[in-house]
């Protein structure tokens, strides 16, 4: 079964876990803010908790009144399990078409050239 995905306002949020670490819901806010998203209090609360119940995000309270959420996947995780479930559905399974698209709608720069170049010559060093 594949993981619920995560909605355009929910990567928002975990966008400032990921780059911030931990926080409470006011600092998770105050963070958006900083990103140009100002939701409220409630709103956030709302994004925090549904992604929680995704599996996106823990919760843990401290000694303190405040819970303190965190991410449990990483953006690598989230954008693997996309971009599978992507293959899955339009690809039957095979992630050479995805790949082509990339290097087709010119999205990779020269690092990203080299970082794939590199990574798929460590693969054939596997194999």
């Known amino acids: 079964m594949a993981t619920p995905q995560a909605s355009d ?13 931990p926080g409470t819901v006011r600092e998770v806010e105050v963070r958006l803010r900083r990103r140009r998203r100002r939701w409220a209090y409630n709103t956030v609360l709302t994004l925090l908790s ?5 599996g996106y995000v823990a919760s843990d ?13 990483s953006r690598g995780q989230l954008l693997a399990n996309g971009l599978s ?3 899955d559905r339009v690809c039957d399974g095979t992630a050479s078409p995805l790949v082509q698209a990339l290097v087709e709608g010119g999205r990779l ?5 080299a ?4 990574r798929l010559d460590e693969l054939e060093r596997k194999e």
């Open 61 to 73: 309270k401290s000694d303190a009144a405040a819970h303190l959420f965190r991410a449990t996947v």
């Open 115 to 118: 970082q794939l170049r590199k």
């Open 9 to 21: 306002a929910e990567l928002e949020v975990l966008k400032v876990l990921w780059q911030g670490g």
């Open 50 to 54: 549904r992604l929680r119940e995704k």
């Open 109 to 113: 720069s020269k690092d990203d050239i």
């Open 85 to 87: 479930d992507l293959a």
